[in-house]
């Protein structure tokens, strides 16, 4: 309660500073937007390991199972649904606490 309470505060004080006209907005933008952005990038490059048509970890799984290789990114519907698949990976435990 404390934690969402003091992040609600100081995000709402942020943002009706930042609507004011003020210099340099975009880079404060910015700099206040990198800590939201860095765990999707971080979920995105691991996946992308994992999912290496050549040496990827997906692929060994699927091998273990006799299963031949997928080309994860390498076709747009393939693509999509591997998007997809990581996405739901990725949001699926913050539906869980909401």
């Known amino acids: 309660v404390v934690v969402v309470t003091l992040e609600f505060l100081l995000g709402f004080g942020i943002a009706m500073l930042l609507n004011r006209k003020i210099k340099a907005k975009g880079v404060f933008y910015t700099i206040l ?18 999912l290496h048509p050549e040496l990827g970890v997906m692929n060994y799984m699927l091998s273990l199972l006799m299963l031949p290789p997928v080309n994860w990114l390498g076709s747009e519907k393939v693509a999509f649904w591997t998007v997809v698949m990581v996405d739901i990976w990725q949001q699926v435990s913050f539906m869980i606490l909401i």
Not at 33 to 50: D, E, H, K, Q, Y
């Open 33 to 50: 937007t990198i800590p939201m952005v860095m765990a999707p990038v971080a979920v995105g490059l691991i996946w992308r390991v994992f």
